[in-house]
């Protein structure tokens, strides 16, 4: 027969007691990949010695990064025979829109079309 061994509540390990739950650092997931896709993975992982857990972790966040990035940044693609100011008149006026919210929209988009091209 199996025995368990019990400990008071108020038994003390360092300055906390026993019973108080702390909140793990990490939680630990189940995920699923095709054996193909795993051994990718594990190749990058070994090239970047690092573990697989590591690597898929360390993607996730960049993956993270990224989307709270998108959140914050505005990408505006302009063919590439467009000119390189926009004037506020040639800003169309939507259909209903009101005069505070056409002058913010036309001011923001003088704004965008000034930033140099980074490409």
């Not at 008149?89 to 829109?97: I, K, N, P, S």
Request: aromatic share 4%; net charge positive.
């Amino acid at each position: 027969m199996a025995q368990t061994r019990t400990k008071s509540p108020t038994a003390r390990r360092g300055s906390r007691a026993i019973g108080a739950r702390k909140r793990p650092a990490k939680v630990a997931i189940t995920l699923r990949l095709d054996a193909d896709r795993v051994r990718q993975l594990q190749a990058i992982a070994a090239a970047e010695n690092r573990s697989l857990t590591n690597y898929v972790e360390t993607a996730l966040l960049r993956d993270l990064a990224r989307h709270d990035e998108a959140d914050r940044v505005i990408t505006l693609y302009a063919a590439p025979a467009t000119t390189p100011r926009i004037r506020p008149e040639d800003v169309l006026r939507a259909e209903g829109e009101s005069d505070a919210a056409y002058a913010e929209r036309q001011a923001l988009l003088v704004e965008l079309w000034s930033i140099p091209d980074s490409a």
